[in-house]
């Protein structure tokens, strides 16, 4: 049985992929570029859950990884005279190296502490970003990045993001159900105890830490294909909450949660911000409503109904 | 197998353990007794590493493990149970129990394989032992108060253990669930002959199934000795029961 339910998973992820993939046959460009930022933002709220869903860290600050690895990848195309195809390794490397240092400074923290001290290291890194007019080029950011003529028209940069996404989602997905990811489960749910079933917590959570920064970095990288600019306010804490809020808002205990809350938040912003200037308050009411009705995310919600109706029948 | 000598902690002054000590041999169920608030608790955690130890000593097998971490000590084979259910309440009873298999064979550093694929056998094993296999897949946090704390030691068993604490198993089951968990205890000694040092409130349980028992009070060991050492100590008499002039059983 559960051999059949896995094949009809693994189906349903194929058609998803093959409708994914045919999106720029019956798609305008803008729709394809509003796909493309779907699924890059997805990738770096499901390496946020990763922690945070799974690991039971309140990594609040998390876009800094994403705009970290965003600039790296921009500075390493711009700057370095190097292969431009470097950047997308540099990017996610130097996320992970960051993930790693801040982590290591926070993983002794617990829960509301650990989030603090996360946003105001964060904060310092984009103070950092947002002043060094000479190297990041401060609050202007850098625009026309130059790209590998394969990415650079539109639908080459839809594939690119597209198949980037897949890979690492599959990846982060195997890393979830390894023994890693068990211990990390367990970590969440009862940190005491497992350290007195001889888990090094701190050293685990450490490495979740530095996988996640990776993978928010890979998202960054993507955001240089798709949009060709990097700006400070990629890593401005708003942009975390909003990350946070994808999770909540998708099902922070489902895989696949989070790249649906980046799906409604992305189209949700896009649309209202074109009616109205006040997202943020669109935002905070929608956060509202799930706290109280969805409180384990829209996934969450559709899993307990799907159980309703099996146990009805 | 353990050696505990002059093992003392104080929490802003306060003696929780003074000067306990305390020596189990190879394949010994030995318990631990004392009214509410003797430092049982705290006496476990200064083993296990939970808590650091102000002064004194924890040898196992010879090695000196006093100040390490929980989970070095956890390592080196002592598992221990808790008094207040202390599971991982997402996850199911096999997972639970998974994890601390998957911990003790160090596989918790492999990213890639499945969990489902690993430890199964070993996983299902202990389950079976300790009678919770038809609830595998439930949420643990599904279980009765009886079946978590089975659960409970269930996780403990994971890391293979030569030597278990469990802090008082039977706390707030019902008397059918009591016997079992008796049963489970003793099993645990005889076919997979590990050591075990349990503290327990029912003095029917401890002289019933214990080869040696410590008493302790307000911190400190005041006696240690077989069921009828201790039934006759005039001390344990006076400071357990109050001075009422009873023989234990």
């Known amino acids: ?313 | 197998m353990l050696e505990v000598t002059s093992l003392s902690k104080s929490f802003d002054g306060f003696k929780a353990v003074n000067n306990a000590g305390l020596s189990v041999k190879d394949g010994e169920i030995v318990a631990v007794i004392g009214p509410n608030g003797a430092g049982k608790t705290t006496f476990f955690n200064l083993i296990t590493g939970v808590i650091r130890p102000d002064s004194g000593k924890v040898l196992f097998k010879g090695e000196d493990i006093t100040g390490l971490k929980p989970y070095q000590v956890c390592r080196r084979g002592i598992s221990r149970s808790f008094q207040v259910v202390n599971v991982f309440p997402r996850l199911s009873v096999f997972e639970n129990v998974q994890v601390s298999v998957l911990s003790r064979q160090k596989k918790t550093w492999n990213l890639f394989t499945p969990s489902s694929r690993l430890s199964v056998d070993d996983t299902e094993k202990i389950l079976e032992n300790v009678g919770l296999t038809d609830i595998r897949d439930a949420t643990s946090t599904a279980l009765s108060h009886g079946e978590r704390k089975v659960l409970e030691i269930a996780i403990a068993l994971g890391g293979n253990p030569e030597f278990l604490i469990l802090d008082e198993p039977t706390a707030g089951m019902s008397p059918e669930e009591t016997s079992r968990c008796i049963d489970l205890i003793k099993q645990l000694k005889e076919k997979l002959g590990i050591t075990i040092l349990f503290c327990e409130h029912d003095m029917e349980i401890v002289f019933s199934i214990s080869d040696r028992i410590m008493v302790m009070v307000r911190g400190s060991t005041i006696i240690e000795g077989t069921c009828n050492e201790v039934r006759c100590c005039q001390e344990v008499q006076d400071a357990y029961l109050g001075g009422i002039d009873v023989c234990l059983m």
């Open chain 1, 1 to 313: 049985m559960a051999g059949s339910f896995f094949r009809t998973k693994s189906l349903w992820v194929i058609i998803g992929l093959v409708i994914l993939f045919l999106f720029p046959v019956f798609l305008d460009r803008f729709y394809i570029y509003l796909a493309a930022i779907i699924l890059l933002t997805g990738l770096c709220a499901t390496s946020l859950n990763f922690v945070l869903g799974y690991g039971g860290a309140f990594q609040f600050h998390h876009a800094v990884f994403y705009g970290v690895g965003a600039y790296s990848a921009a500075l390493m195309v711009l700057k370095s005279g190097l292969s431009p195809w470097l950047g997308f390794v540099v990017g996610p490397s130097v996320a992970a190296i960051l993930g790693f240092i801040i982590g290591l400074i926070c993983v002794r923290l617990s829960k509301l502490y650990f989030g603090m001290l996360q946003i105001s290291l964060g904060s310092l890194v984009w103070a950092i970003v947002y002043r060094w007019y000479s190297f990041t080029g401060g609050d202007d950011g850098i625009h026309g990045i130059p790209l590998p003529d394969i990415i650079s028209s539109p639908n080459g940069a839809y594939y690119f993001t597209l198949i980037v996404t897949s890979v690492s989602m599959f990846i982060l997905y195997r890393m979830i159900k390894s023994p890693f990811g068990s211990a990390l489960q367990g970590i969440r749910d009862n940190p005491v105890r497992s350290e007195m079933i001889g888990v090094n917590v701190r050293q685990q959570q450490l490495l979740a830490l530095t996988i996640a920064g990776f993978f928010g970095g890979v998202a960054g990288s993507l955001f240089v294909v798709v949009d060709n600019t990097v700006f400070p306010d990629m890593m401005f804490w708003t942009v975390s909450l909003e990350l946070v809020i994808m999770c909540l808002l998708g099902g922070w205990l489902s895989f696949l949660g989070p790249i649906v809350g980046a799906a409604i938040i992305v189209i949700l912003r896009t649309y209202v911000s074109g009616v109205t200037v006040y997202w943020a308050l669109v935002l905070g009411i929608i956060m509202m409503l799930v706290i109280f009705f969805l409180p384990n995310g829209v996934l969450g919600y559709l899993d307990r109904f799907m159980k309703k109706k099996v146990r009805a029948r």
